[in-house]
């Protein structure tokens, strides 16, 4: 591209000439292409229409000397056809074959290019004419073109063309370069003008000629407007520059300290700042050197060093006034050049930087103090000595402000005992106001200067009046606020008069904040070993402390033997207390039980919660003997028998206490604790209330119970449970007017087990769900059976526990059972306990008027023995009470027993509810029952519980009970 460039004409003139030329050549070219492109075929066309024409003419002469045979006619015929034509040849072929030709003669000199004939002789074609005459055929007549002839004509025509073009663009192009030269020699006017102009006649204007063209005259017009708006406008500019050179040296003068001085050094100018910073009157300072200004000057790493010289001088210098008084300057000394190359002055711009340099090295020494907070920070993190700790923040507080006293005070909120007191530097720190209680109420913050030569506050933690013979004059102190726990004080001192900074505060309260956070720290870690070594609701060891000391205990005996006594104390009857007065009211119960505990052992003993309504009490060496535990057992029983007073009302509960020995009983702590726990089960089960020790025969009974649970787990799936039925005998016909369903587990190796065994293993472990699911499809798959055989059946009654009471949608699933097996619901019963009405007792009424509402009957199982309420009679739906057997055995010796059976038949009448007495084994039992006006009876005088066989055939048999009042008679 460069290469092509460079090719190109650099005259205006040049260019113009060279861009008409291409240009008449392009249409030069273009034309005469077109021209000869349109005389070609046009000359082709018109020599092929005269050939057609010139045979015709000639074909008339033909055909009359054919016919007579005038051969030398038509021979001179065809030669007046060669004549001045386009033919290279003419000729005559008669039918005979005979033929008459004539040949042209030669072409002229000069031939156009072989190209052009091929073009030519492409485009003609020869033309035939048969000689016909009076419709016979004599001949052919028949004409060549001559190509070579035809095409050096039109290649003359071209050529005589090309050359008038080419005169013609020679013409044009000198006239039309002399035109362009002799309007441009106008514009050389303007070099006259920049000599002009270069000279230094800035008012000087291009001159016009009249005879220039209008464009010319034009651009000298705009080159003179031009350079008159450019005079306007520099003019402009050179004052404004003049006028901004002006207020930058009124601004340099207000915010620069400047002086001029002479080659020697000697102050010639000084401007109003210069005056105000070296504190000396404008004529003092016209009569000194530079040097002689302040009283001192040093650079910022030596002694000021100046001397005059040609090299601009710059950097920090440090000023000492009069007054002693300390100033920072920047510092720039500019030489001014003569026209010669000497210096003519200095001028000297000093910028005040003290207030920089002051903020550098605050934070330098900012950055020294985080260095010092993360250090301390760090130390706070990992340091677990706090008064180590404390002593640190003694001693990062001085350092941090660059002194060497500092002291630090923390005092409990609660003991008013001093948590850490630590002093650097200081040796005579106490509590200034004996009275610690109106110092933690009173104290405020007292961050910020505190002189001593002020009144003192009315409280102040620190009491640091002197050290040695110094008297502390300036102080700073913060508060290390710690919430409820704690406060402190940070503080430190100087025996000079120090006016200590807002930043100083910060950094003080800074360190007070991170060792405030290590205390309230230790504080939490103190508070969390205590959590989890104490339970949370009694204070009292839980069981993890409970097994580190025990395990430590007997750890010290294997170097001293003792012996170590652990009791096991389970509260009875505390779930019930809990469900049924709520949760409160049972932590309440389970606090009251432990002081009691407490009040009743030593130091020699540690009374811990394991959890739950589970207590232990461990006794060592120093108070055991087997006396002594047996008397502290029972003064427990004796104590937790005594009614607990919780919210206004009194509650009963006891304690079953098991006792395991060390190292009789066992020598790990693990197991002790395990023993005495199955001693306290075989308290319970020995009817509460009371306390045992432990003995190897419990184990195996725990064991055996343990293995027992674990088959009772498959029994279901085993098809192990089994149904039987205890009669009830209505005492109006002596017939069976009801059956209840009796769970029983027979297993193949244990064979069968009692209820009083699995039944609460059913309840523990959850299992009493699916079973109780079981009882009830058996029952009505009975009911169903008896039915299909017409055997006729009476309601069987099904305990239902307190387990299923609390399963979602009970009533849901009995109703779905018996629309499965399509068993009428009043032929179905559910008794229940007062104990299992009373736990939820919300929920249990609204689940039990559902089942009542199918046609289910109702009744309270074992009346009298529970809670003794009466006012759930009111709100549940019962159809039934049982009076429990407990209150039947003994019916005819007892009043108490029999008043109490005849109060109860005679409220469950007057409510319309049945009666039936529960363990009826005698005559005189049932003779009294029927006295009194009972329903039923259930008991072995009727019969014990039989399978559902034997049931069914009592029923089939129509078996009653003939009561007779001498003898029982079973008819």
């Not at 006017?189 to 002009?196: F, I, N, Q, T, V």
């Not at 709520?582 to 540690?606: K, M």
């Not at 055996?704 to 498959?714: A, M, S, V």
């Not at 387990?803 to 849901?812: E, F, I, Y």
Request: hydrophobic letters at 45%; aromatic letters at 6%.
């Amino acid at each position: 591209m460069t290469f092509f460039k460079s090719l190109l004409p650099k005259s205006l003139t040049s260019q113009i000439l060279g861009m008409l030329s291409i240009l008449i050549v392009v249409f030069l070219t273009a034309g005469l292409g077109l021209f000869y492109k349109n005389q070609l075929l046009q000359h082709i066309e018109e020599i092929q229409d005269t050939a057609n024409m010139l045979i015709e003419v000639a074909a008339q002469a033909v055909e009359e000397s054919v016919v007579i045979g005038d051969y030398d006619t038509i021979k001179r015929t065809l030669e007046k056809t060669l004549a001045r034509s386009p033919f290279q040849s003419s000729m005559f072929i008669d039918l005979s074959g005979g033929v008459i030709r004539l040949q042209a003669p030669s072409a002229p000199a000069g031939r156009a290019p072989a190209w052009i004939e091929a073009e030519v002789a492409a485009r003609l074609f020869d033309v035939n004419r048969p000689i016909t005459i009076g419709g016979k055929d004599y001949g052919v007549m028949r004409l060549s073109f001559n190509a070579e002839k035809i095409a050096t004509e039109l290649c003359n025509l071209v050529v005589q063309a090309t050359v008038l073009a080419v005169l013609f663009l020679l013409t044009s192009l000198l006239l039309m370069g002399w035109v362009i030269k002799r309007s441009l020699a106008h514009l050389d006017k303007l070099h006259s003008y920049e000599a002009e102009i270069a000279s230094g006649a800035v008012a000087a204007e291009a001159m016009l000629v009249a005879d220039a063209p209008v464009e010319i005259q034009e651009a000298i017009k705009a080159v003179n407007r031009t350079a008159a708006n450019m005079r306007n406008h520099f003019g402009q500019r050179i004052e404004s520059l003049m006028n901004t050179l002006v207020q930058h040296k009124n601004a340099l003068d207000e915010v620069s300290i400047v002086c001029e001085c002479s080659p020697s050094g000697r102050i010639t100018y000084v401007n109003e700042r210069f005056v105000t910073s070296s504190q000396r009157s404008r004529a003092e300072l016209l009569e000194l050197t530079i040097d002689q200004v302040w009283n001192g000057m040093s650079s910022a790493t030596q002694p000021w060093q100046w001397a005059p010289e040609r090299e601009v001088w710059n950097g920090e210098v440090r000023l000492t006034g009069q007054a002693g008084t300390e100033k920072w300057h920047q510092r720039t000394i500019i030489p001014i050049l003569d026209d010669r190359g000497g210096v003519e002055k200095y001028i000297c711009i000093d910028i005040d930087i003290t207030d920089r340099k002051e903020f550098e090295v605050a934070i330098l020494d900012n950055a020294r103090r985080q260095h010092l907070i993360a250090l301390f920070g760090q130390q706070a993190l990992t340091e677990e000595n706090v008064s180590a700790l404390g002593e640190l923040a003694a001693l990062t507080a001085a350092q941090g402000l660059s002194m060497s006293k500092a002291a630090l005070l923390v005092v409990d909120r609660v003991s008013h005992g001093v948590i850490l007191n630590a002093e650097t530097g200081l040796t005579n720190i106490d509590i200034r106001n004996s009275d610690t209680n109106a110092f933690l109420s009173g104290m405020g913050s007292s961050a910020g200067l505190d002189i001593s030569d002020t009144p003192d506050a009315k409280y102040k933690l620190l009491s640091v009046d002197t050290v040695g013979a110094e008297r502390i004059r300036s102080r700073v102190e913060v508060d290390m606020p710690c919430g409820d726990a704690f406060k402190g004080v940070l503080g430190v001192y100087a025996t000079t008069v120090h006016a200590f900074t807002p930043e100083d505060v910060s950094y003080l309260q800074t360190l007070a904040n991170l060792l405030a956070a290590a205390l309230e720290r230790d504080n939490a870690k103190k508070r969390l070993t205590y959590l989890a070594e104490n339970d949370s609701l009694t204070h009292l060891p839980n069981r993890w402390f409970l097994n580190n000391y025990l395990h430590t205990a007997i750890s010290h005996s294997a170097y001293a033997p003792s012996a170590i006594s652990v009791m096991f104390i389970d509260l009875d009857r505390f779930k019930t207390v809990n469900d049924t007065m709520g949760h409160a009211v049972g932590d309440e119960l389970l606090i009251q039980a432990s002081r009691r505990l407490e009040e009743h052992t030593d130091d020699d003993s540690l009374v811990a919660r394991l959890g739950g309504d589970e207590f232990s009490i461990v006794v060592t060496q120093a108070a055991y003997s087997e006396s002594s535990i047996k008397s502290l057992a029972t003064h427990i029983v004796d104590a937790l028998a005594k009614p607990f007073n919780l919210r206004g009302q009194d509650i009963f509960v006891s304690a079953s206490v098991g006792i395991a020995n060390y190292p009789f009983d066992g020598d790990d702590a693990g197991v002790i604790l395990k023993h005495a726990d199955t001693a306290m089960y075989h308290a319970k089960k020995s009817g509460r209330n009371n306390y045992k020790f432990y003995t190897a025969e419990m184990n195996e009974s725990a064991v055996k119970r343990l293995q027992t649970e674990t088959l009772l787990r498959g029994a279901l799936g085993r098809d192990e449970f089994i149904l039987h039925f205890q009669p009830k005998v209505s005492l109006t016909d002596s017939s069976i007017s009801g059956l209840e369903a009796l769970l029983r587990w027979k297993h193949p190796e244990l064979g069968l087990v009692s209820p009083a065994d699995f039944i609460p293993m059913l309840e523990d472990t959850g299992l009493i769900i699916p079973v109780g699911e079981w009882v009830i499809r058996k029952v009505c798959e009975t009911l169903k059976g008896w039915e299909d055989n017409n055997l006729g059946v009476v309601p069987i009654a099904i305990n239902l526990s307190a387990r299923q009471l609390q399963v979602k949608g009970l009533a849901k699933i009995v109703r779905h059972i018996l629309e499965e097996y399509g068993i009428n619901p009043a032929l179905l019963e559910f008794e229940l306990t007062e104990s299992v009405l009373m736990i939820e007792p919300e929920s249990a009424v609204e689940i039990l008027r559902e089942i009542k509402s199918y046609g289910i009957g109702l009744s309270v199982d074992d009346f009298g023995t529970g809670y003794s309420s009466l006012a759930y009679l009111k709100r549940f739906p019962i159809d039934t009470l049982k009076i429990d057997r407990i209150f039947i055995k003994d019916i005819t010796s007892n009043h108490e027993d029999a008043a109490i059976t005849r109060a109860v038949i005679v409220l469950a009448h007057e409510l319309d509810l049945n009666v039936i007495a529960e363990g009826v084994e005698t005559f005189d039992q049932l003779e009294l029952l029927v006295k009194h006006g009972c329903d039923q009876i259930q008991g072995y005088l009727f019969s014990k519980p039989v399978t559902s066989e034997e049931c069914a055939a009592m029923i089939k048999s129509s078996r009653t009970l003939a009561i007779t009042f001498s003898e029982p008679d079973i008819a």
